[in-house]
């Protein structure tokens, strides 16, 4: 048990246990809260992986962004009563059901893949990964166009919750 | 890197499995999308962990998780857009009570 | 170059019954014009063949024929055509006398150029018209309304005996038979406003079409055997011998040993000859096929006059006489048994009716019927020339006293007009003294009825009743002879009981007293007819009564129609005696009878067996007439066709709409409609509800589902690629 393997436990065990609390808590808003940390969890994985950017990426955009939009879409539906009581549905056991086959039958299927078990090899001498992946993306051989497709998609997005959002004029 | 490739993916498989109880037990809009979130993370841990096992030059991975990271933070501004004005009309997030698109 | 003449020459009356019909309807002088100048156009070329055929030497050799083909018959043709031997000849001969002289006197028997009547339908005789004169109104005959149509139809019937005459073959001889049958009809019923007229025409018709049958049959027969009608073909030598040779009932005679006396006897030959001959029963009306002839009396004069003289019942006895080859070839001699017997009864049965009778007609319907058995008698003794003879004679003064009696009878209508008595024209006993008021109708009457009873010498009926007689006695036929003799003294008493009560003595009633004379169109026929039946009877005068000096012209020239000719029967006194004394005995008894009785009380012999004519009308009303009717409207009409076949038809409709009743209502309507038509509706309809509860439209619920699924499709597939 390398030093890498127990701290790659123990973020895992973070991840894992913040993810049970997101989707057990019965207040919302404790609920978006285990879910930043959960994603902090992530961004651990990710620079362990070494993949920075993509580390500081997710806990720009996913902690700064998108679970400070969770925390206010809370905020803005909020009602009195509405903590109380039960917060998962009464059949609550097929998705747990269904969530174990799954997790079993994804298990089985990574274990039976031959290599599976291989550690990494060390990364490539030279290997500037942020200038990779930029040149990557705005490269026309490589994935400009999927990324130009993500800005519009941005656009889209942008636009239609704008819309829906606005309040119809009284 | 001692850790085995198996070890991220068997992890990612676990937070995915999560994240789908979460979205369909919840009964919050809400709490569904906190779910949602989860899964799209899994795939992303997924992603960069073949990325880094596989073929570390080749920056399909994590050019691939960029746009997961865009298109989940789309979704999710689109969808609390529709929360919240479904919430203004309805006055209510829970989500067995929209039920109008039905028999 | 006479064989176009005689191709032509039954055509005129033809024509002119077209024309009368289609055109000339409405003018009566018109078309009594067109009939009579047909019948003179027919009697012209009837004069021309007949003086040609005389003129020919040896003309039974060399006889006028001429055929074509008409109808195709697989490999060969069925011919039709004309011939002309000597028999035809002297056939022709009197039948355009005699054809002429009625179409002429029936001008003025349907008072032509009278007036019209006061109260004259179509269909009713006609009942005299009032004329004012000098202011004095008297009535007076009217002119038959219907008029046209007579002359339309006596000439159709000429077409028909002309037709049957000249014809070469059976076929076109039965074609105009059926014409005249047809004609018969309608001038019997020419008056059909009258019930009794109208009876009588379908008795005729129906009576002789029993005849015809059986004659159809014989001619169906003889084609099927020889393959030809014509009558060169058939009267070959050969073809003869092989049909009188020849057992006609094989099967039976074989199979019925008992019975083989009986069947033996009928040959090929004999038993078409006898079915033919049953045609000639039923036309010329010998017993018992004779019931029709007196009800015929119910047609004007002059149509009397043309059926049962001139040409209808002549007709029978002309193709009898044609088909003598045959009979006479049937070597078992039955069939000249059967016509022996057949014209020999019946001789004597009418004249034992007709001495009972008291209309003027039907004296002369009986004396026809019994004249015809003679002439059948004549052949059933191998009397062939003496049959034809007397046929001819008889012709002439038979028409001559049918249209002599239609004068008598259109004097006496004068009378009841004048008068205004009501009684009948037609009975004698009403009559009497008519000499003095009409003498021409008297003496031509008188010289016909002396024809009729065999006065000797004098008349022609005299001669050709000798030879008859010659001929049954020299040919050993006794019993024919002896009830032949007995048949003509009664015909010589009859006649003249018929002519003392109508012509001597005194008037019986007024209309008698202010009869008259008729006018020159019924009586110049009249004096015609009386002049040939004097003269033509001197034609056929046997050798041996002006001891060789003057052959037997008739004899010679008709008996040349034969294959081989028959022999003149030699001089034998005891005929000759039995014809004078029964002439001349049977006249004086008449006389005698009758000069004095002056009512019906008095005839002594009213016996009401001879009055009814043996009852023969109630018998055949009785065993036919009923029983047909009795089929026709009870068992046919009513059983069979309403209740059995109308019962069958509905009964059909009835299990028609009881079929489509089950089927409406058992299986269109359960299954069709409510299974399948409602039932597919209603399945889709409850399987929609059903299953539109699936859309729930909470989200969660849509995905639950799809893990499912994907989750188990997963594992299946998993499993699946493991077992392989």
């Excluded at chain 3, 029967?569 to 004095?596: E, K």
């Excluded at chain 3, 619920?701 to 499912?708: D, E, F, N």
Aim: glycine share 8%; with cysteine; net charge neutral.
């Amino acid at each position: 048990m390398t030093a890498e393997q127990i701290i790659f436990l123990l973020t895992g065990a973070l991840v894992l246990g913040s993810g049970l609390m997101v989707v057990t808590v019965r207040n919302l808003l404790h609920a978006a809260l285990w879910l930043v940390v959960s994603l902090f969890g992530v961004a651990i994985l990710y620079a362990i992986l070494q993949a920075n950017f993509l580390a500081v990426v997710q806990v720009v955009v996913y902690i700064g962004a998108i679970a400070i939009l969770f925390i206010f879409a809370v905020m803005l539906t909020r009602r009195e009563l509405m903590e109380k009581g039960r917060q998962t549905r009464s059949n609550w056991w097929i998705p747990a059901l269904l969530g174990l086959l799954i997790l079993a039958g994804l298990v089985v299927l990574i274990l039976s893949v031959p290599g599976v078990n291989h550690t990494a090899a060390a990364m490539p001498a030279g290997l500037d990964t942020v200038q990779a992946l930029g040149t990557a993306l705005v490269s026309p051989d490589a994935y400009v166009l999927p990324f130009e497709v993500a800005s519009v998609l941005m656009l889209a997005a942008l636009v239609g919750a704008v819309y829906v959002a606005t309040a119809g004029k009284k | 890197m001692s850790v085995p490739l198996s070890w991220y993916l068997i992890l990612a498989a676990a937070l995915f499995c999560i994240g789908l109880y979460g979205v369909l037990s919840r009964k919050n809009a809400i709490a569904i999308l906190l779910g949602v979130e989860l899964m799209l993370n899994a795939v992303n841990v997924n992603l960069v962990s073949f990325w880094r096992y596989l073929d570390p030059a080749q920056m399909a991975g994590q050019a691939f998780a960029v746009i997961v990271f865009a298109v989940a933070a789309a979704e999710v501004a689109v969808g609390l857009a529709l929360i919240i004005s479904v919430y203004r009309r309805r006055k209510t997030v829970v989500a067995d009570e929209i039920d109008l698109m039905k028999w | 170059m006479t064989n176009w003449i005689i191709w032509i020459l039954p055509l005129p009356p033809l024509l002119a019954f077209f024309a009368i019909i289609l055109f000339t309807n409405k003018n009566k002088a018109l078309s009594h014009g067109i009939a009579v100048a047909a019948a003179g156009l027919s009697w012209l070329g009837s004069m021309i063949v007949f003086i040609s055929a005389v003129g020919t030497q040896e003309f039974g050799k060399h006889v006028f024929e001429s055929a074509i083909n008409w109808l195709p018959t697989g490999a060969t043709w069925l011919q039709v055509g004309v011939r002309v031997d000597p028999l035809t000849a002297v056939v022709l001969f009197f039948v355009a006398w005699t054809v002429l002289a009625i179409f002429v006197y029936s001008i003025g028997y349907h008072n032509f150029g009278q007036p019209k009547g006061d109260h004259d339908l179509p269909g009713l005789p006609p009942h005299g018209a009032t004329v004012i004169e000098e202011e004095q109104t008297h009535r007076v005959p009217s002119i038959e309304p219907m008029y046209s149509r007579f002359f339309a139809f006596i000439s159709l019937f000429a077409f028909g005996m002309y037709t049957l005459v000249v014809s070469n073959n059976l076929l076109t001889l039965f074609v105009g038979w059926e014409i005249m049958g047809l004609c018969s009809y309608l001038l019997i019923g020419f008056w059909y406003g009258k019930k009794s007229a109208r009876d009588a025409a379908i008795k005729a018709f129906i009576t002789t079409r029993i005849g015809d049958v059986f004659m159809l049959l014989g001619i169906a027969w003889l084609y099927s055997y020889t393959g030809t009608l014509s009558f060169s073909e058939i009267f070959k030598p050969e073809i003869l011998q092989g049909m009188g040779n020849t057992i006609a009932f094989p099967a039976f005679a074989m199979h019925i040993p008992a019975l083989w006396p009986f069947f033996s006897s009928f040959s090929v030959a004999g038993s078409i000859g006898i079915l033919l001959f049953i045609g000639t029963i039923g036309k010329s009306a010998q017993w018992p096929l004779h019931a029709w002839l007196p009800d015929a009396m119910e047609g004007p004069t002059p149509v009397s006059a043309m059926i049962h003289a001139a040409t209808m019942v002549s007709a029978g006895v002309y193709a009898a006489i044609r088909m003598f080859p045959l009979l006479q070839a049937d070597v078992t001699g039955t069939s000249l048994a059967f016509v022996g017997f057949i014209g020999a009864f019946t001789a004597l049965f009418a004249a034992t009716i007709a001495v009972a009778q008291n209309d003027i007609k039907k004296v002369l319907a009986y004396s026809t019927i019994s004249q015809l058995g003679f002439m059948i008698a004549a052949l059933g003794v191998h009397a062939y020339v003496a049959a034809a003879f007397h046929l001819v004679t008889h012709a002439f003064f038979k028409a001559l006293l049918f249209l002599g009696s239609g004068s008598v009878i259109h004097g006496m209508e004068h009378g009841v007009l004048h008068t205004g008595e009501h009684v009948d024209a037609q009975d004698m006993f009403n009559m009497g003294g008519l000499r003095k008021k009409m003498p021409v109708t008297f003496w031509t009457f008188l010289i016909g009825g002396l024809a009729l009873s065999g006065f000797p010498v004098l008349t022609a009926g005299f001669w050709s009743k000798d030879a008859i007689f010659a001929e049954a006695f020299g040919g050993g036929h006794l019993l024919v002879f002896i009830v032949l003799a007995l048949a003509a003294f009664l015909t010589a008493f009859y006649t003249m009981r018929q002519i003392t009560l109508t012509f001597f003595g005194e008037g019986r009633t007024k209309a008698a007293e202010h009869a008259s004379e008729t006018t020159w169109t019924m009586t110049l026929p009249l004096v015609v007819l009386a002049v040939f039946a004097v003269g033509v009877g001197w034609v056929g005068m046997p050798a041996w009564f002006t001891g060789g000096l003057v052959p037997d012209w008739f004899h010679e020239f008709v008996g040349g129609t034969l294959a081989q000719a028959p022999e003149a029967m030699p001089f034998n006194w005891i005929p000759l005696v039995t014809s004078l004394v029964v002439a001349l005995g049977g006249l004086l008894c008449g006389w005698l009878a009758y000069r004095n009785v002056s009512a019906l009380a008095e005839d002594r012999l009213q016996i009401p067996l001879l009055k009814n004519k043996y009852y023969f009308d109630e018998i055949y009303a009785f065993l036919f007439v009923k029983p047909a009717i009795w089929i026709a409207e009870k068992f046919t009409s009513l059983y069979m066709d309403q209740v059995v076949i109308d019962g069958v038809l509905h009964s059909l409709a009835r299990f028609s709409l009881f079929l489509g009743h089950v089927f409406r209502n058992y299986f269109d309507k359960p299954v069709i409609n409510e299974f399948f038509g409602d039932g597919a509706g209603k399945t889709v309809k409850a399987s929609g509800s059903g299953l539109r509860k699936i859309q729930s439209g909470r989200v969660q619920y849509y995905m639950v589902v799809a893990i499912v699924v994907l989750v188990v499709f997963a594992f299946l597939y998993y499993f699946l690629k493991r077992g392989m």
